[in-house]
């Protein structure tokens, strides 16, 4: 029996344009964050989408919201067993986007000199592993490649 191969989600998919629309990089780093743990790839999609429908597709918006409510949002998306600590990681990985970066992934990429950097700097937010950091990164390298040039 061979084991399935996890999708390789894409920006693109889900109609998110990373290299000039700020909130729409931090919308795939969301993804990111959520496509990084273990859990399937549909559960985290279908949670996603239900941040998204919420309007909780900004770092301010995950910090502001109830935990009572993020869990439960988590538990609709399919996080059954794993919602108290995806609460607390995904609330405790915001605050430091908003303290760090002021919220912006773009400019943690500006203060980031390269692509190693920018993988230490990600790696430095709560629950950012070396996983979710090479599902983000694999989009942000036409930053780099941009000043460059």
Same mark, same amino acid.
């Given at each position: 029996?061979?084991?399935?191969?996890?999708?390789?989600?894409?920006?693109?998919?889900?109609?998110?344009?990373?290299?000039?629309?700020?909130?729409?990089?931090?919308?795939?780093?969301?993804?990111?964050?959520?496509?990084?743990?273990?859990?399937?790839? /549909?559960? #985290?999609? *279908? @949670?996603?989408?239900?941040? &998204?429908?919420?309007?909780? $597709?900004?770092?301010?918006?995950?910090?502001?919201?109830?935990?009572?409510?993020?869990?439960?949002?988590?538990?609709?998306?399919?996080?059954?067993?794993?919602?108290?600590?995806? /609460?607390? #990681?995904? *609330? @405790?990985?915001?605050?430091? &986007?908003?303290?760090?970066? $002021?919220?912006?992934?773009?400019?943690?990429?500006?203060?980031?000199?390269?692509?190693?950097?920018?993988?230490?700097?990600?790696?430095?937010?709560?629950?950012?592993?070396?996983? /979710?950091?090479?599902?983000?990164?694999?989009?942000?390298?036409?930053?780099?490649?941009?000043?460059?040039?």
């Amino acid at each position: 029996m061979t084991a399935r191969k996890r999708p390789i989600h894409r920006p693109s998919d889900f109609d998110l344009d990373v290299i000039d629309n700020d909130d729409d990089l931090f919308r795939w780093f969301l993804m990111t964050f959520l496509l990084g743990k273990p859990i399937q790839s /549909t559960v #985290a999609v *279908k @949670t996603w989408q239900l941040f &998204l429908d919420n309007k909780l $597709d900004f770092p301010w918006a995950i910090v502001q919201i109830k935990d009572r409510k993020l869990t439960s949002l988590l538990r609709q998306g399919g996080y059954t067993r794993y919602q108290h600590v995806m /609460t607390y #990681a995904l *609330k @405790t990985c915001m605050q430091q &986007l908003v303290d760090f970066y $002021d919220g912006s992934l773009l400019l943690m990429i500006e203060q980031s000199e390269n692509e190693d950097e920018l993988s230490k700097r990600l790696q430095k937010l709560y629950g950012v592993g070396p996983k /979710t950091a090479e599902i983000f990164m694999r989009e942000t390298e036409e930053y780099f490649a941009r000043r460059n040039e």
